[in-house]
C-alpha cells in the first residue's frame, strides 16, 4: 500500500518519513568557505550571486512479500532509491550515492555510481537507512545524508500480505543550491531534474550541454515506475491554501466570539463602572 510523505528539510535535520500528514521540505545546500571552496571557483567559473537552483528528489524504498519463497531470514525483497520527482536521470547533478545498510549485511556500505541511484536486497527486517548523496565537482563539495527507515509491512499489520501489491514509503525533498558555479548553471538550465530562475539581464552563458537521454541514463521507464508516488507541487500549494484558509476562517470566529464576549461583559459592568 503506497504510503508517502512530502518533505523540505533544513539544514542537516533527519527527514520525516513515516509522518502521515504530507508536508513541504527545502534543502539548502551552503558552500563552505574553505580551501575546497577556492578549488571550487578555480574550476568550476564564477558564482552567479542572488541565485538559486533547485532539484526536486524522492527517496524511499518498495518491497514485495515473497510469499511461498519466503524464508525466516528472506521474507521481502526491497529496493531503497533516490530518484527525480518524476523520474528524471540525476546525473547531471548526482555523482554517486552511498547507501549505508544495517550491519548484519555482508559489505553493508554501497556505492552506487551511476544512475538509477538505488539498490535492491532481500530481508525479513525493518532498519534505517543512510543515503548520501555527492554531487559532482561544478554543483557542490558538501555530501548530502539522507536518512529513510526501510519499511517492509504495511500499516495495519492485521491485514493480508500481499505478493502483487508492494509496500511503498517515498518522501519528497527540494535541494536548493544557492550561488551556483556558471558551469553548474550552463549544464542545467534545459535539464528537465533541474529548476532554474531566469539568467539576469546581460549575463551571457555558454549554451547548454546536448547530452542523448539514453546516455545520461534516464530513468523515466523504470520497471517500478508504476509504484511510484506523483508528487505534485500543484498540489502541494492548494493543500496549504485549503490551510491556511482553514486557520483563517478559526480565527475569524475566534475574533467574533470574543468581541461577543467583550460587549457581554461591558453589559454587565455595574453603572458606577462606566
Known amino acids: 500500500m503506497p504510503q508517502s510523505s512530502s518533505t523540505k ?48 528528489i524522492v527517496y524511499g524504498n518498495i518491497a514485495f512479500w515473497l510469499g511461498k519463497k519466503a524464508s525466516e531470514f528472506h ?43 538505488e539498490l535492491s536486497e532481500c530481508g525479513w527486517g525493518e532498519f534505517e537507512i543512510v543515503l548520501t548523496l555527492h554531487f559532482r565537482t561544478d554543483v557542490c563539495d558538501k555530501p548530502l545524508h539522507l536518512y529513510h527507515h526501510l519499511k517492509l509491512y504495511p500499516e495495519d499489520e492485521s491485514g493480508p500480505l500481499s505478493t502483487k501489491r508492494p509496500v511503498v514509503v517515498e518522501s519528497y525533498d527540494e535541494i536548493v543550491f544557492a550561488e551556483p558555479s556558471e558551469a553548474f548553471f550552463a549544464r542545467v538550465q534545459n535539464h528537465s531534474a533541474v529548476s532554474v530562475p531566469r539568467l539576469l539581464p546581460g549575463l551571457n552563458l555558454p549554451p547548454p550541454e546536448d547530452v542523448d537521454r539514453k546516455k545520461r ?26 490551510a491556511r484558509q482553514q486557520v483563517q476562517g478559526h480565527i475569524a470566529r475566534l475574533r467574533r466570539q470574543l468581541s461577543l464576549i467583550e460587549g457581554q461583559h461591558q453589559q454587565l459592568k455595574p453603572a458606577s463602572d462606566l
Open 75 to 117: 521474507s521481502h525483497k526491497w529496493t531503497v532509491y533516490v530518484r527525480g520527482a518524476t523520474n528524471e536521470d540525476l546525473s547531471v547533478v548526482v555523482k554517486r550515492v552511498v547507501f549505508q545498510l544495517h550491519s548484519s549485511f555482508n559489505n553493508p556500505t554501497r556505492v552506487v555510481d551511476s544512475p538509477p541511484f
Open 217 to 242: 541514463g534516464g530513468t523515466k521507464d523504470h520497471p517500478l515506475s508504476q509504484w511510484f508516488t506523483n508528487f505534485s507541487e500543484a498540489d502541494e500549494l492548494l493543500k496549504l491554501t485549503a
Open 9 to 56: 528539510k533544513h539544514a542537516q535535520d533527519p527527514p520525516d518519513v513515516t509522518g502521515p500528514n504530507p508536508k513541504s521540505q527545502h534543502t539548502k545546500m551552503v558552500k563552505s568557505s574553505d580551501d575546497s571552496d577556492k578549488k571550487f571557483v578555480q574550476n568550476s567559473g564564477k558564482k552567479l550571486k542572488e541565485l538559486e537552483v533547485g532539484v526536486p
